[in-house]
T-cell receptor
């Protein structure tokens, strides 16, 4: 059972570089989310999607873009990385809203921007 | 906007004893959900327990139970018979009409043998 898989698990970027984080889920979930976790801050929602082809902004969307071209994949892009984007990124998915069904999380991607 | 507050950044408990983690939240909604998530050193976020606001009965899951006080906007987690494997970061979270989770800042639980 793969569940939610994030690629890569670690990455170091130079300021100004771009990269894409991939989240893949094999549970046929409609909802997918991208969070960032910073020390002492808990998890904050970046972007989310309630179905294939849809995306919406979360609490901290600036500097990020997302795409949900296939139901099982949710991509998070950084066009021009900044040191403030150094964080641990988590992807999650759920069948419907998280109040009704359990959300499953990936194991995180640790990103360092130097 | 909804906020979730975990006022204790760290707690410790002796193995086999009981510990209570506190959480308060602020909302004007009447229908919402509350959660406790566990994050061990592996970083994996694991759902511990979920409470629906319209249910008066407190949720329980084996050694984990909550004390949900809707009027006081309080949602504490009690861990009974603490085990070494309970050591982790614990996050309280809220989901209301926006269908987006709002997390507290977390609390580090240490379990002493």
């Amino acid at each position: 059972n793969a569940g939610v898989t994030q690629t890569p698990k670690f990455r170091v970027l130079k300021t100004g570089q771009s990269m894409t984080l991939l989240c893949a889920q094999d549970m046929n979930h409609e909802y997918m989310y991208w969070y960032r976790q910073d020390p002492g801050m808990g998890l904050r929602l970046i972007h989310y999607s309630v179905g294939e082809g849809t995306t919406a902004k979360g609490e901290v969307p600036d500097g990020y873009n997302v795409s949900r071209l296939k139901k099982q994949n949710f991509l998070l892009g950084l066009e021009s990385a900044a040191p403030s984007q150094t964080s641990v990124y988590f992807c999650a998915s759920s069948y419907s809203r998280q109040g009704n069904t359990e959300a499953f999380f990936g194991q995180g991607t640790r990103l360092t921007v130097v | 906007a909804q906020t979730v507050t975990q006022s204790q950044p760290e707690m410790s408990v002796q193995e086999a004893e009981t510990v209570t983690l506190s959480c308060t939240y602020d909302t004007s909604e009447s229908d919402y959900y509350l959660f406790w998530y566990k994050q061990p050193p592996s970083r994996q976020m694991i759902l511990v327990i979920r409470q629906e606001a319209y249910k008066q009965q407190n949720a329980t899951e084996n050694r984990f139970s909550v004390n949900f006080q809707k009027a006081a906007k309080s949602f504490s987690l009690k861990i009974s018979d603490s085990q070494l494997g309970d050591a982790a970061m614990y996050f309280c979270a809220y989901e209301g009409g926006s269908e987006k989770l709002v997390f507290g800042k977390g609390m580090k639980l240490t379990v002493n043998p």
